[in-house]
């Protein structure tokens, strides 16, 4: 079969690979679309931090963002499965130590992580091994488009889920990428007030588009009643704490390139829980549920749908005029 590889700091080509064979527990997957997200970028360019602590290494084959249809099934899985539309976690737990026993598998010490982390591999690829503890089934309302966007979507709900808002009271997003903007598109969908901090003219006159008008340069005053930093900014810690609301919630799923700092004085004396997100476990079911419900439709974050010969661009971050603004890249691997 056809897959995207990774070979390098800056170099990749489409390859011929030997298909997957299910183990037990597994399914293969025809995959329908595969988004391309920063840490593929990061994988692409060097600069990811797993391939500096041994966790990733060259060949690389990216893709956790992805839907698709169970094409086999190993031995031990339900044979229903076979023809069903399905997603699924980039996190694989082992199963068996206490925190996958424990129902937090996305911190287990020894997980995989499809096209990421210990070389499982991903799905800029034809297809796609997955162990079926991993799917989520998709149902008819939720096309391929958007089950390539639940991944990102688990993460944006679990952000707005840990910021504990109610219908009224003001959000502001740090970073109008695809995460920040999933997170105050939910937001807006359960009435609450979203606020979008950016740098970029264009990338919050697309965020206007989608109808999150209250977008900002700069900080728009303090008292927000949570922050939610969705940026890779190193000093959008900091200003979060500065602007939220004191014994309000803070929540950090953004990644910075250098150690990001704050001041534990700010955070003790104003009373502030700060929380920590990784990945979209826990969240996916929900993001299908809201997609499937049409009260978020985040379809128009995608600018374009790409072959899997199109892809080194992408990760290269060369991008065609006519895509606009919109921060999300498609690939589908059954294009020629």
Known sequence: MRAF??????RAEVQEVEPPVPGRG??????????????D????????????????RYPVRIGHEWSGTVREAGEGVDPAWLGRRVTGDTMLGCGRCARCLGGRQHLCADR??????????????????????????????????LGALVE?????LRAVDAAALAPGERLLVIGPGTIGLLAALMAAARGVEAHLLGVTGESLAFARSLGLTRTWTEPPGH?????????????APA????VVEPGRRVVLIGLSAEPSRIDT???????????????ASGGLAGTIELYASGRVDPRPLVAATVSLEEAAAVLAGRRRPEWGHAPKIHVDPRLP
């Open 112 to 145: 995989y992580e499809i096209g990421i982390r210990h070389g499982w591999p991903g799905a800029l690829a034809e297809r796609l091994p997955v162990p079926v503890r991993a799917l989520q089934p998709l149902p008819d309302a939720v096309d391929p488009v």
């Open 5 to 10: 590889v990774i070979t390098g700091p800056g």
């Open 41 to 56: 970028m990061e994988v692409y360019s060097g600069a990811m931090s797993y391939l500096r602590t041994g966790e990733a």
């Open 152 to 156: 990102p979507g688990g993460n944006a």
């Open 265 to 279: 004085r700010a955070l003790v004396l104003g009373d502030i829980t700060a929380t920590g997100v990784l990945s």
């Open 26 to 39: 597994e399914v293969v997957v025809e995959v329908e679309r595969a988004g391309v997200c920063g840490t």
């Open 239 to 242: 200003l979060a704490l500065e």
């Open 223 to 235: 008292g927000f009643d949570a922050v939610i930093d969705a940026s890779n900014g190193r000093g």
